[in-house]
């Protein structure tokens, strides 16, 4: 993804990734705007546990600011978080003003995808109009990047979100080759967030 994917193209990465720092700097080097991914506490859990430092919804505000700062702490480069997971912690109201005053005080943007649509938070903000791998194979993602170029050309701008499968890595530079002759200009998620 680092080296195939166009610059504009967001990249994030999981906080428990090994080599974490140089796999951002790497990508950095290459152009990419980072993320840095957060596992938020999802619908099911615990039987989906997203690690040890997963956000929990009904957490003491301390606990949430304890665990995100070690998220925080484990790389820097990233210009803001994205979730990883999340329904039950984006849902709920005192987890999502606790999670945006840590990111507010350190200037860091939240970009999702899609789950805190509804949500502002006085951050910059972004979300994904959809996930473009949620079935993998080309043709599918081919449909949900068309979809992408619709909505991008109904609203001005549209923003997806994907996984690093080899085919929605091989699916995504293939679309993004061709969209200068379609009209469209690929723009990094910072482009899309706003307060």
């Keep these: 993804a680092i080296e195939t994917l166009p610059p504009e193209v967001t990249l994030s990465f999981a906080p428990y990734a090994e080599g974490l720092q140089g796999w951002i700097d790497l990508a950095r080097a290459s152009g990419h705007e980072v993320l840095l991914e957060t596992p938020m506490e999802p619908a099911d859990y615990p039987a989906n546990d997203p690690g040890p430092y997963t956000l929990i919804a009904a957490n003491r505000p301390e606990d949430t600011v304890r665990k995100l700062e070690w998220l925080m702490s484990r790389a820097t480069g990233y210009f803001g978080l994205s979730n990883y997971l999340g329904a039950r912690f984006i849902d709920s109201d005192a987890a999502m003003n606790t999670f945006n005053a840590a990111l507010k005080a350190r200037g860091l943007a939240f970009v999702d995808d899609g789950l805190a649509a509804r949500r502002g938070g006085g951050i910059p903000r972004a979300s994904a109009d959809r996930i473009i791998d949620d079935e993998l194979s080309a043709s599918a993602i081919d449909i949900q990047l068309r979809a992408l170029e619709t909505g991008a050309s ?37 482009a899309l967030a706003r307060r």
């Design 154 to 190: 109904a609203r001005g701008q549209s923003l997806g979100s994907g996984f690093a499968y080899p085919v929605t890595i091989n699916q995504v530079r293939t679309w993004a080759a061709g969209l200068p002759a379609r009209g469209l200009q690929l723009a990094p998620a910072s």
